[in-house]
């Protein structure tokens, strides 16, 4: 049945794959331990070991409060099945407004109204995260509005360019155009 | 076919199964093995997870108090989310933001509410989980290939316990008549290891090949947006249900007691055994615990300003084929009952590990053999020009 006995001098490739070829399932060890730098790196990650998250976009002054904005990843959006693609962004609130800021949004373009806002952050004032969904056909000079509510009734707006809050989303973006 | 050649047939298949993947199954095995009891490994490495008892009578503290015992130690901490272990000798874990960004669980007395120290940084019953159940391959769409790999096992597991009870004549015997041969050399040993620990451990493999097979399915269901759920989404809170405060800061919300209590009002027989704080101004509180029937949780979803219930999931909301699938999971791991189960687990689970092993030393004792013998064979050969047949090495 082993055709490697039929010759009188198997080779050695031969002798070395009959003596081994059982064994060889071993290396799929080697999946795990490839991984292993990134698992501890993203349990850190989201432990807040390493900040807010890859990307810090910065301070972002919003009305008479502010906000520390990042990116949880530094890289392009990820398909998240049929939901489309996903960023996901981590905020700290400053010291002053964490008893006054009622909700935090994300939006992709200025929003009409409060009940437009966008995605609305969860979490804790000193590490909340929302997942923005992008569109595929996003403009590359789309900017990043980001509103607060107050418990006081009032709201305020802030927006930056979205190349600066996230440039790996907008090289993905231009990669996208770059399609027939 | 004869019946010796198909009895022969199904050996060879029950030898394929495992054998050109051992060591990926044996890996398998052993993480599982260790993972069903890496709470208590913690436990037993980390003196801070201990709920010790300052004196017999102590009563445990309710969840306002541990609240408060928190808040008044570290006034700037906030509290996400508490769960109080299923064995009373584990402290409550509670999970934590602190004013520099990270989070962090950290155990916390049952009894004092002292805040013990927190979790090692190094998790390791997160670990031996993740590279037990997805050999550490990160999800990034859907579920990750490592999910895959180790679910699929799942099918020649069960493959494999079918042909080596197909192979075993009259199993049913060894039960009456246990053979475990030490002085005969070691292939005799461990052919009747193989099969003494595999008819005991008929019902384990059973379930560890069909649950682990669920996993499996329930990926590719997953994967191609096919939901079996029952359960409602349930809306964020409308802004008119959230109060307007007249001071501009957060308007007061119900305590972690009402809510329990509101809770096991609803849902008779009901052990509130973990708490979810709001995630923001539009968010519920959740909280729930186990019922009669140890396998499911029960979770109910209330405002936290006013304590009207938003929603609640019962054992009697599930459908009969939700009854099934989620007691899949805890089959799996055998977290359902307390450090008993978990033990047995444990048991079956190294009794399994041992069964590739042994498995894997009667197929190379039996290759050493046959090896030998076709060596022999050999030798015979060159002395005397006879042409012979060959030795068929595979289907010793």
Redesign the interface.
């Known amino acids: 049945?082993?055709p490697s006995?039929?010759t009188a001098q198997p080779s050695a490739l031969r002798r070395f794959w009959h003596k081994w070829?059982?064994?060889l399932?071993?290396l799929?060890?080697l999946?795990?331990l490839g991984?292993?730098p990134?698992?501890f790196a993203?349990?850190?990650l989201?432990?807040?070991?390493v900040?807010?998250g890859e990307h810090e976009v910065g301070e972002i002054q919003v009305g008479p409060w502010s906000l520390r904005l990042a990116e949880l990843r530094n890289e392009a959006p990820?398909?998240?099945?049929?939901a489309g693609y996903m960023k996901d962004f981590n905020a700290?609130l400053c010291?002053a407004c964490v008893?006054?800021v009622?909700?935090t949004y994300l939006r992709i373009g200025k929003p009409r109204s409060l009940?437009a806002a966008g995605v609305?952050?969860?979490?804790?004032?000193?590490?909340?995260g929302a997942q923005l969904p992008v569109a595929e056909k996003t403009k590359a000079d789309a900017e990043l509005w980001i509103t607060m509510e107050?418990?006081?009734?009032s709201m305020h707006q802030a927006s930056i360019p979205l190349s600066q809050a996230s440039p790996a989303t907008l090289a993905w973006l231009n990669q996208q155009g770059a399609k027939p | 076919m004869s019946k010796k050649s198909r009895s022969k047939l199904w050996f060879l298949v029950h030898s394929w199964l495992a054998?050109?993947?051992?060591?990926?199954v044996l890996?398998v095995c052993v993480t599982g093995t260790l993972a069903v009891v890496s709470q208590e490994i913690v436990w037993l490495a980390n003196p801070q997870m201990r709920a010790s008892q300052p004196s017999d009578d102590a009563p445990r503290l309710s969840y306002d108090q541990v609240l408060a015992a928190i808040k008044q130690a570290e006034p700037q901490t906030?509290v996400?989310s508490i769960s109080r272990p299923d064995e009373s000798h584990f402290a409550l874990d509670v999970e934590v933001?602190?004013?520099?960004?990270?989070?962090?669980t950290v155990y916390v007395n049952p009894y004092t509410g002292v805040i013990q120290g927190p979790a090692p940084?190094f998790?390791f019953k997160?670990?031996t989980r993740?590279?037990h159940g997805w050999?550490?391959?990160?999800f990034?769409?859907?579920f990750s290939w490592?999910w895959y790999?180790v679910s699929f096992l799942g099918l020649p597991m069960l493959a494999s316990l079918v042909t080596g009870l197909v192979v075993y004549k009259r199993f049913w015997k060894g039960f009456f008549k246990p053979t475990l041969r030490f002085r005969h050399g070691a292939r005799i040993f461990w052919g009747d290891f193989h099969r003494l620990s595999g008819i005991w451990s008929i019902w384990f493999i059973a379930v560890i090949s069909i649950t682990g097979t669920w996993f499996l399915i329930q990926a590719i269901l997953a994967?191609n947006?096919v939901s079996i759920s029952s359960e409602p989404i349930i809306p964020?809170m409308s802004?008119e249900s959230?109060p307007?405060?007249s001071d501009?800061?957060?308007?007061p919300r119900i305590s972690l007691d009402r809510a329990v209590q509101i809770a096991e009002q609803h849902i008779p027989g009901l052990e509130v055994s973990f708490v979810s704080l709001p995630?923001?101004?539009?968010?519920h509180l959740s909280l729930g615990g186990r019922g009669w029937y140890p396998l499911m949780f029960q979770t109910a979803t209330l405002n936290p300003y006013n304590g009207e219930m938003a929603a609640t999931r019962l054992l009697t909301d599930r459908s009969s084929l939700e009854f099934v699938t989620e007691s899949m999971r805890p089959l799996h791991t055998g977290d359902f009952g307390g450090l008993w189960i978990k033990l047995i687990w444990f048991f079956f689970g190294l009794l399994l590990s041992m069964m590739v092993l042994s498995g894997l030393l009667i197929w190379t004792k039996r290759t050493a053999l046959a090896t030998a013998n076709?060596l022999k064979r050999e030798n015979k050969k060159a002395r005397s020009p006879r042409v012979s047949r060959?030795?068929?090495?595979?289907?010793l």
Not at chain 1, 120 to 128: A, L, N, S
Not at chain 2, 97 to 104: H, I, K, V
């Open positions: 049945m082993s006995n039929r070829r059982f064994h399932n071993a799929l060890l999946i795990p991984f292993m990134k698992y993203d349990a850190a989201f432990r807040g070991d900040g807010l990820r398909l998240s099945g049929p700290a010291d008893e006054q009622k909700a009940r609305i952050f969860f979490g804790t004032p000193y590490r909340m107050g418990w006081d009734g | 054998l050109p993947i051992w060591f990926f890996i906030l996400e933001s602190y004013p520099d960004g990270r989070s962090q940084d998790n997160a670990f993740a590279l050999w550490l391959v990160p990034t769409n859907g490592g790999l994967d947006q964020a802004r959230v307007m405060s501009a800061s957060p308007p995630g923001n101004a539009y968010s076709a060959e030795p068929a090495e595979v289907s």
